[in-house]
């Protein structure tokens, strides 16, 4: 595995030079918001800052997006033609937590049987550069609770580990090694390596926020019919903002729009949280209330995912926590059941 | 790598309009593409998408039989956007098909079997798939005795009446279609498909059930069948849910951790009973 040592100021100019050649993705300060972007060639990119508000999830799997197109002939609206290749891209930023949500959602849409080669084809295109959580930013950060940690390589190619004035930078795949030519040529040796051991230890103790995420499968098998579900949804206004900020939630819609003779296919980002997401055309709807559906949005993350990929689908970053309007506190509901 | 969300083409060769209240057609699919249809490769009990640019999908069970080359059929009742529109279609109209998506009736549990087929209604679509698949020349001595009970609230609303006819006049399969409640003209029984079941009362020894209906008939009959000794492993039946994808990405369609696109639609009853309700 190649290594390099960058000063810390570097780093801005680095991801801009990249940025000058291939597609980078990267957070930048938008109004009071910081969220990823696509970094205008020659763009700087913010290096310091807690996390972004929007996942990186859009990159390989956006809010919209076209998958084909049709066009209208004598005899009927006829396909016309696919979605566009995927660009060469790097992201640059993601947060180990953010970078562990894609082998989750590998999991999903690169099964053996039936893949998904929309996400598939910008996921191989895409480069992912971490930027290691020295102290992890939020009270709300709970990635340890999960399966993740602050410095965790799980879904990274380039993990980025500030150690004082420099970088620490390591090349983790061989779609990372291809970035090695924009980080100069100070290699980085075995005290630096024990220097980032000792970061990412020290990090793991500042996390506060602790949840038995990982217990309640067993409790959630046998209590699907429990009285806690009456109550979890009470003040859930059905916004969808956890679901939509989510890093690992997947659930979409697929709908055609016209214009003229012309039209495209797309899929948009759905919500298990709104009441038409499973509502059928004969008005009988499965899940006819919000208990039923902030019941499917905790199994679906505790129990579903893990019966089906042996994994949690949530990462820890937060994000619903911090932004449900109502506070609603997955946490406090993990925790809830636990105690069951 | 193969894109799953585009549609294959078809043509619309044929219309039949099912039922007197003229809401329930079949369309009979050619595939535009010699190729497509060898790699179309299916099961009875399996369903596709059909596709219709500018409208959107609906999920729906395949009706034609794999033992019947040269077409899909897919019988559809006019309810919402796609199949009002496919209502609206004429013969000699493109199209597309996606598919096949989920298991299928498990044929190579069935065989050797008796096979019960119980229907109601338009939920008769892949139960006919698997009647003629079955009585086949290929395949009939491939299984035992096949006893059907298929009934509709009215003469005028059971589908596939030429079908019927014909298999009327077979000495290899025990026919017995029931109406709720008859006309001047219909000369055949009445009585609904629970107390027909009973009354026809197919032996459960080495026996399977496979039931398709409205929720009230599947409450009824299933305690019918639980008398006569079969058992939760062998009464099977499919489910429907919304369904977008097909292929268990878009989460809309499940019940529990199963996707009722991709993990059924055909699910035992002691599958469905480890299962949460939800449905």
């Not at chain 1, 690169?110 to 959580?133: P, S, V, W």
């Not at chain 2, 179309?40 to 596709?51: K, M, T, V």
């Not at chain 2, 087929?117 to 698949?133: D, E, I, K």
């Not at chain 2, 499919?238 to 699910?267: A, Q, T």
Request: glycine share 8%; hydrophobic share 35%.
């Amino acid at each position: 595995m190649e290594k390099r040592l960058i000063k810390k100021d570097a780093l801005a100019d680095i991801i801009a030079k990249i940025a000058g050649d291939i597609l980078v993705y990267a957070p930048v300060k938008e109004e009071d918001n910081v969220l990823f972007k696509v970094l205008k060639p020659g763009g700087k990119p913010l290096t310091r800052y807690a996390n972004t508000k929007n996942a990186p999830k859009n990159f390989f799997f956006p809010h919209s997006e076209k998958m084909m197109s049709f066009t209208r002939t004598d005899k009927g609206m006829v396909f016309s033609g696919q979605a566009g290749k995927s660009p060469e891209a790097v992201l640059f930023g993601a947060r180990p937590c953010d970078a562990r949500s894609f082998v989750l959602l590998d999991m999903l849409f690169d099964q053996d049987k039936y893949k998904d080669t929309f996400y598939i084809e910008k996921r191989a295109a895409t480069t992912i550069i971490a930027l290691n959580c020295v102290h992890p930013p939020y009270s709300t950060c709970f990635c340890t609770s999960v399966g993740g940690s602050p410095t965790s390589s799980e879904g990274v190619d380039v993990a980025v580990t500030e150690t004082g004035d420099g970088c620490l930078v390591e090349f983790l795949s061989p779609k990372g090694e291809k970035l090695l030519k924009y980080f100069g040529d100070v290699k980085a040796g075995d005290a630096e390596e024990a220097l980032r051991k000792e970061i990412g230890q020290q990090a793991v103790q500042e996390i506060k926020s602790h949840i038995p995420a990982a217990e309640i499968k067993p409790i959630l098998d046998v209590n699907f019919e429990h009285p806690c579900w009456a109550t979890i949804h009470q003040k859930c206004l059905a916004c969808g903002t956890c679901t939509f900020l989510c890093p690992t939630c997947h659930c979409f819609d697929i709908s055609d729009e016209t214009k003229g003779a012309d039209g495209v296919r797309i899929r948009n980002w759905d919500s298990c949280m709104f009441p038409m997401f499973t509502m059928e055309t004969s008005g009988h709807n499965p899940r006819p209330t919000q208990k039923e559906r902030w019941r499917q949005r905790t199994m679906h993350k505790f129990k579903y995912y893990v019966d089906n990929f042996s994994a949690i689908a949530c990462v820890g970053c937060g994000r619903c926590v911090m932004y449900c309007p109502v506070n609603i506190d997955i946490r406090k509901i993990v925790t809830d059941i636990s105690r069951l | 790598m193969q894109n799953p969300y585009v549609p294959i083409p078809v043509e619309v060769v044929k219309i039949t309009t099912e039922v007197d209240t003229k809401d329930i057609k079949t369309f009979r699919l050619a595939f535009v593409n010699k190729e497509d249809e060898t790699n179309f490769s299916y099961l009875p009990g399996q369903f596709a998408e059909l596709s219709i640019f500018g409208k959107g999908e609906s999920p729906i069970g395949i009706a034609s039989s794999p033992t019947q080359p040269g077409y899909l059929e897919f019988t559809v009742q006019k309810a919402g956007v796609v199949t009002s529109t496919l209502h609206d279609m004429e013969e000699g109209t493109l199209m597309g098909v996606r598919g096949p998506l989920g298991n299928s009736w498990p044929i190579e549990y069935l065989e050797g079997k008796n096979i019960v087929v119980v229907g109601g209604g338009f939920a008769f679509t892949t139960l006919r798939s698997l009647t003629n698949y079955m009585i086949h020349e290929d395949n009939r001595k491939r299984f035992g005795n096949i006893t059907i009970v298929y009934g509709a609230r009215t003469p005028g609303l059971l589908i596939y009446k030429d079908e019927l006819n014909e298999w009327e006049k077979r000495t290899d399969i025990n026919l017995n279609v029931t109406v709720d409640k008859g006309d001047a003209t219909w000369k055949g029984r009445e009585g609904f498909v629970p107390a027909v079941c009973k009354e026809v009362a197919p032996s459960s020894e080495n026996a399977v059930t496979v039931i398709c209906g409205p929720p009230v008939m599947i409450r009824f009959t299933l305690p019918v069948f639980f008398d006569l000794g079969f058992s939760k492993e062998n009464i099977i039946t499919s489910l429907e849910m919304r369904m977008k994808c097909g292929i268990g990405k878009c989460g809309r369609c499940n019940v529990g951790s199963k996707y009722v696109c991709k993990d059924g639609p055909v699910f035992t009853l002691a599958e469905l009973d480890k299962l949460t309700k939800e449905y």
